[in-house]
């Protein structure tokens, strides 16, 4: 009895405006994909044993599959910051659940994850490469997609000399400022004009940090900001020729 009744649980789907068990009628045909949840219950009362680093492997698990639900039925393409982890093996969890790539701060991060087999890399701290750097992203090009972050004609400049060859392989994204005046480029600003002129590397993309958002009730605000901003200076780009690809807010891009 106990087995029947801990059965029916039901599993999750995930659509634009729902998040919960799926609770339409059984046998309705639906694209909508239902995700399976460890049920605890339903183990101990079929005498299996539970181990909690299982449960914890399966939550995780879960909580990366709804997330990925959530953003698809946006049309949104996930790209997590693997600082929140670090971990080679959480990243492949990440990407097996749908992620088109990973975000990292440093060559050296980038060099780790695409050792551990990740074939898609964004560095998003703006570059100002070395001899040396320039050596090993060029090394990692050959192994992975590259795409680097700029912010300033200058550091675009100097990426490509030192590149050479190599840069044809990697592809850049721009920071742009939405309002947290940390990095990036500030939206009608000559560099911004000098950035939309250059042609010194293959532009692709567009990217934003929305620290602000952090202040008390300022989230709703930022991630108008952060819209507004990209959009808005993907037009320029775009109208100088620029085959801008990619917008990327927070962890997601589109």
């Known amino acids: 009895w106990s087995s029947d009744v801990c059965s ?9 405006d729902y998040l919960g068990p799926d609770r339409r009628a059984k046998n309705r045909p639906s694209a909508i994909r239902g995700i399976n ?26 909580m990366t599959e709804v997330l990925q639900a959530r953003l698809d039925s946006h049309g949104l393409r996930l790209r997590p910051h693997a600082k929140t982890h670090k971990v080679p093996q959480i990243a492949a969890m990440q990407l097996a659940a749908g992620a088109v790539g990973l975000t990292v701060a440093t060559i ?7 050792a551990a087999g990740a074939d898609n890399i964004f560095i ?18 050959e192994q992975a997609k590259i795409t680097m972050g700029i912010d300033s004609v200058a550091g675009a400049a100097n990426a490509a000399a030192q590149l050479g060859d190599a840069a044809a392989r990697i592809e850049a994204w721009v920071e742009m400022d939405c309002g947290h005046r940390r990095s990036g480029v500030r939206p009608g600003t000559k560099e ?3 950035l939309v002129a250059s042609s010194v590397l293959t532009i692709t993309g567009l990217f934003t940090f929305p620290g602000h958002s952090y202040g008390p009730g300022q989230g709703p605000a930022a991630a108008h900001n952060e819209g507004e901003t990209l959009h808005e200076a993907a037009a ?5 020729g620029h085959d801008i690809q990619h917008l990327k807010i927070g962890r997601a891009h589109v």
């Open 8 to 16: 029916s649980d039901l599993a999750f789907v995930v659509t634009s």
């Open 37 to 62: 949840v460890l049920n605890t219950m339903l183990e101990k009362a079929s005498g299996r044993d539970v181990d909690v680093a299982n449960i914890r492997d399966a939550v995780d698990g879960s």
């Open 108 to 114: 050296g991060e980038a060099e780790v994850f695409v």
């Open 124 to 141: 998003a701290y703006p570059l100002w490469l070395s001899a040396e750097g320039a050596r090993r992203l060029a090394v990692l090009s």
């Open 192 to 194: 911004e004009s000098d």
């Open 236 to 240: 320029r780009f775009r109208s100088a």
